[in-house]
């Protein structure tokens, strides 16, 4: 099947690759000429987990390609995959211009033959309808423009991208066309059979994904619930963990013993500095913005934003409890992207941190395995150092703001040895206590 995906970012360069890898000939639109200069001939502009290899080997095999212009692409595609990116806006309301541009662009081009245009950008409930009017305006009276609009969100995680995508969970489309919806049905037939005639990058052995149909408007909120469920379960364990530390407990135990409830289950049950990236602020309150739209209250929405907010100042507040003054004092960061394996940055709790110590008059220093060139872009005061001996030298304090495993690894005795002070604060709860006591530093963790 021809393909065309426009936005070429985290979602679209995956959602491109992958959709190449099993048989499709796609070709990646974007409007930014450098970056498709750039992957046109296999160079990446982010970080993913073998996507770089996958991105090279497809381009050989001339089913993939990029363009910057969608007219072509658009014109032999069967199905179009929207993946642009949607920020929040100040209000909390999804900043959808570039789905606009995007559909703009593309919708004089519909003419031949019908066609799927598939929102897979996390889009404000009701886009469907909206694409497809959108489309129609941009079509005009142009003949022979015939097509559908599908909603079918993205649950793929930075990180493990491309097994993501390749062993989804399940497959969640949002049509009430029958016809969109047999395209979509050949268009995912590989991955729902989990046939890979060139080769499966990332076996991950999780069975064949669960294939849902449904409405647009619920498949829409599918990935706002989705999202905004996932955030709050890490809001209501570090919530846990303040409690715990009040009393004495361990919130790691308590995870533990939580988890091993099937009803409850042991994952996003990791106590500490909260979440962050690009999705969760944006569409918890997308959708809360949304719920109040419709007059709906949004008390658990709002809880899981404040209870996130919080948990960044609260290791600043472990910092001056420690440390009192903080003016002058170095403070060495271990980790800046938002989670492991990935150098986005976006809302990136690590950032908030280094900002915030700035304001308060420290030197930061910093060290990540990926993510130095995009944050320096986003704090340049934060000292960069090439390795994490470098970062720690004469740091006052180490925060492990980012569980790197190579981080969490670390020889904490070399460490010790080069750092002024003896404070670890381990906001990610990730550090072994008896390692950290053996190298002479003294551990804060979060709930613990
Ligand atoms: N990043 C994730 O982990 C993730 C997961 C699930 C869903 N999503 C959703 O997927 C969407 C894309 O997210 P992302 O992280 O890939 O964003 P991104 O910012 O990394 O990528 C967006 C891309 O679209 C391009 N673009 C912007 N306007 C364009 C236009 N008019 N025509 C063509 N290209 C255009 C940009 O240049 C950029 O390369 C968002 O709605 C996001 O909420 C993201």
Not at 108 to 112: D, E, K, S, T, V
Not at 120 to 126: D, E, H
Not at 140 to 144: D, F, T, V, Y
């Given at each position: 099947m021809n393909i065309c995906v426009v936005g070429c970012g985290y979602v679209g360069l995956v959602t491109a690759a992958c959709l190449a890898h099993i048989g499709h000939r796609v070709t990646g639109v974007d409007v930014d000429e450098d970056k498709v200069a750039a992957l046109t001939v296999g160079q990446l502009h982010i970080y993913e987990p073998g996507l770089r290899e996958l991105v090279q080997q497809n381009l050989l095999t001339d089913r993939l390609a990029f363009h910057c212009r969608p007219a072509r692409a658009v014109e032999s595609a069967s199905a179009i995959f929207i993946c642009v990116g949607t920020p929040p806006k100040p209000s909390g309301d999804a900043d959808t211009s570039q789905v606009e541009a995007a559909v703009r662009a593309m919708g004089?081009?519909?003419?031949?033959g019908y066609k799927v245009v598939v929102n897979?950008?996390?889009?404000?409930?009701?886009s469907a309808n909206w694409v497809a009017t959108l489309i129609a305006e941009a079509a005009?009276?142009?003949?022979?423009v015939s097509f559908d609009v599908v909603s079918n969100p993205e649950f793929l995680r930075e990180g493990s991208a491309i097994a993501d995508t390749l062993h989804p969970d399940r497959i969640v489309v949002g049509t009430d066309s029958p016809a969109a919806l047999e395209v979509m049905r050949r268009l995912y037939a590989p991955i729902v059979e989990q046939r890979f005639p060139h080769g499966d990058p990332c076996p991950a052995g999780r069975g064949s994904p669960h294939w849902m149909e449904t409405d647009p408007t619920s498949a829409e909120v599918i990935k706002y619930a989705s999202n905004a469920f996932l955030a709050t379960k890490i809001s209501f364990i570090n919530e846990i963990a303040n409690v715990c530390e009040a009393v004495g407990a361990n919130v790691k135990e308590v995870s533990r013993g939580m988890g091993l409830d099937p009803r409850i289950g042991p994952q996003f049950l990791s106590a500490g500095l909260g979440w962050g990236g690009s999705c969760f602020r944006k569409d918890v309150s997308a959708l809360a913005y949304i719920a109040r739209e419709y007059g709906c209250t949004t008390r658990i929405l709002d809880a899981t934003l404040a209870v996130n907010e919080d948990q960044r100042a609260r290791v600043v507040r472990k910092l001056q409890g420690e440390l009192q003054i903080l003016k002058g004092k170095t403070i060495t960061l271990f980790g800046l992207s938002f989670k492991p394996n990935t150098d986005d940055c976006r809302d990136s709790p690590a950032l908030a941190i280094a900002k915030r110590l700035l304001e308060l008059g420290c030197k930061v220093k910093a060290h990540d395995p990926r993510a130095e060139a995009v944050a320096a872009q986003e704090v340049p005061a934060i000292l960069m150092a090439d390795d994490p001996i470098g970062a720690a030298t004469d740091a006052d304090a180490v925060v492990l703001a980012t569980e790197w495993p190579e981080l969490v690894g670390l020889d904490y005795r070399q460490v010790a040895s080069v750092m002024r002070g003896r404070l670890v604060v381990d906001a990610r709860n990730a550090l072994d206590p008896r390692k950290l006591a053996a190298a002479g530093l003294k551990l804060v963790g979060m709930g613990r």
């Open positions: 004089g081009y519909l003419n031949r897979k950008s996390t889009v404000p409930i009701g005009g009276a142009k003949q022979g």
